[in-house]
């Protein structure tokens, strides 16, 4: 499904750990060939901001290792051989991550919490929807360890689309599931939608989607400063106390959308 898909990949996924698997290495091969071939391509995925359970303890820590591993850091991450390849290229142009958070008033004090992406879901070119149990990790993808099971869902029934600026026919399906992620995600009305049913062009990728994460992750930094956040280079400088006061219109931004909010970059 990643190397046949011709314009789009959309995962939601619990992990995503690429060490002994194949995950990463299709994903390379097939954005390597777009960059080639001088392809529109996007890749958007989503995670949790950490595995369940506290980021503090030592075995979530070490899931968290082999996940910047697969996906930023340690030399042999898929973002890493992306930009060592094509130096030139920006690479979130490609590929991108996210994380989904929500705040709420709780006793008169803003709070946050992660909201928890456990689905295991694949869409490509909103045509064909993978969904099952599987894990984007060794145990799930390797074969001989976890049991798993999924449905490929390619319907018949096509609907009129835009792909990349250009008529485009979708599956019926696929489709409709993708855009009521996105509205969901980004806290669009049913009259919004017309926003994200191009998944590719610039205006849903980069100024819908992309700029609405950063916006969001900005804010949360602002508010919550004590959060995990690259503006934090260790543990010591994490302070105490409640959140920053902030000015009533990012208030209002954060509380009004489940957010999408960038947070591996």
């Not at 994380?99 to 070119?125: E, F, G």
């Not at 993708?178 to 191009?198: F, M, N, P, Q």
């Not at 610039?202 to 100024?207: I, Q």
């Not at 959060?227 to 219109?249: E, Q």
């Amino acid at each position: 499904l990643i190397e046949n898909s011709k314009h789009f990949i959309y995962i939601e996924n619990q992990y995503f750990i690429s060490v002994e698997n194949d995950i990463c290495e299709a994903l390379f091969r097939r954005i390597s060939r777009a960059i080639q071939e001088n392809q529109v391509f996007r890749v958007v995925v989503l995670l949790p901001i950490t595995p369940c359970g506290s980021w503090e303890t030592s075995s979530i820590r070490y899931v968290m290792k082999w996940q910047y591993d697969s996906i930023s850091r340690g030399g042999k991450s898929i973002l890493e051989r992306l930009e060592a390849a094509f130096p030139s290229v920006q690479v979130y142009e490609y590929i991108t991550f996210y994380s989904l958070r929500n705040t709420a008033w709780l006793a008169d004090r803003l709070v946050i919490d992660q909201i928890y992406i456990h689905s295991k879901l694949l869409l490509v070119d909103d045509r064909i929807a993978l969904i099952g149990s599987a894990n984007i990790n060794d145990r799930s993808m390797n074969g001989n360890r976890d049991s798993e099971i999924a449905v490929i869902i390619e319907d018949n029934d096509l609907v009129e689309s835009k792909m990349n600026g250009a008529f485009y026919l979708a599956g019926k399906f696929a489709h409709t599931l993708r855009v009521e992620l996105y509205r969901e995600h980004l806290g669009l009305s049913a009259a919004d939608a017309a926003h994200v049913i191009d998944p590719v062009c610039t205006h849903t990728y980069v100024d819908v989607w992309s700029k609405r994460a950063v916006l969001n992750q900005r804010i949360l930094e602002s508010v919550f400063p004590d959060m995990p956040s690259n503006s934090l280079k260790t543990i010591a400088v994490r302070g105490g106390g409640a959140p920053k006061k902030t000015p009533v219109s990012h208030t209002n931004v954060v509380l009004s959308h489940t957010n999408v909010v960038l947070s591996i970059q």
